[in-house]
T-cell receptor, first 110, second 116 residues
Framework: GQQVMQIPQYQHVQEGEDFTTYCNSSTTLSNIQWYKQRPGGHPVFLIQLVKSGEVKKQKRLTFQFGEAKKNSSLHITATQTTDVGTYFCSLPSTGNQFYFGTGTSLTVIP | GAVVSQHPSWVICKSGTSVKIECRSLDFQATTMFWYRQFPKQSLMLMATSNEGSKATYEQGVEKDKFLINHASLTLSTLTVTSAHPEDSSFYIC????????????FGEGSRLTVL
């Protein structure tokens, strides 16, 4: 199945530092979703982006959809230990399936 | 948000046996459910799309005779790993699409299968 590259694969940050993960597609996307999976847990929906250039914020999290709708980013300001987990982007397909990016695992060092 | 329940959470079985995993949408009807497989520290790989009342759609490389999917009702999909072997050991997780405009996925808790 389709898989999309996310970078970086792993990120270790000191608590209070910022964090960004990028999701890049070779094709134009109708929309993109972001999920967070805590260690030992299941993915939980964070947000969906639909419009070109769209920027959405959720407290310390900022989500962006590229102008060409081929890439997206998730930025966390001033990370906290509760931000630990793996962040996945998810791309819908023409067949209504959902494919997930390779994920970025975030470790926050207190 | 919507709730998806998956059972069992973990199962250990002997090689050659079959294991059934259930996925239920508790507070909404799901005509479509998705089954994923996740290896340690890796992404979720879509195995198949489960369609209520019809055959599942399998992703390329996934053996339909190995991973039997049944979606007999609007709230229940099952995945049966037939004649399991150690290489089938993995974390299997189901999801259902919610009713919100975003079409977000709600995931079950996952089932960790260990085949001895």
């Amino acid at each position: 199945g389709q898989q999309v590259m996310q970078i970086p694969q792993y990120q270790h940050v000191q608590e209070g530092e910022d964090f960004t993960t990028y999701c890049n597609s070779s094709t134009t996307l109708s929309n993109i979703q972001w999920y967070k999976q805590r260690p030992g847990g299941h993915p939980v929906f964070l947000i969906q982006l639909v419009k070109s250039g769209e920027v959405k914020k959720q407290k310390r999290l900022t989500f962006q959809f590229g102008e060409a709708k081929k890439n997206s980013s998730l930025h966390i300001t001033a990370t906290q230990t509760t931000d630990v987990g793996t962040y996945f982007c998810s791309l819908p397909s023409t067949g209504n399936q959902f494919y997930f990016g390779t994920g970025t695992s975030l470790t926050v060092i207190p | 948000g919507a709730v998806v329940s998956q059972h069992p959470s973990w199962v250990i079985c002997k090689s050659g046996t079959s294991v059934k995993i259930e996925c239920r949408s508790l507070d909404f009807q799901a005509t479509t459910m998705f089954w994923y497989r996740q290896f340690p520290k890796q992404s979720l790989m879509l195995m198949a799309t489960s369609n209520e009342g019809s055959k599942a759609t399998y992703e390329q490389g996934v053996e339909k005779d190995k991973f039997l999917i049944n979606h007999a009702s609007l709230t229940l999909s099952t995945l049966t790993v037939t004649s399991a072997h150690p290489e089938d050991s993995s974390f299997y997780i189901c999801s259902a699409r919610g009713l919100a405009a975003t079409g977000e996925l709600f995931f079950g808790e996952g089932s960790r299968l260990t085949v001895l």
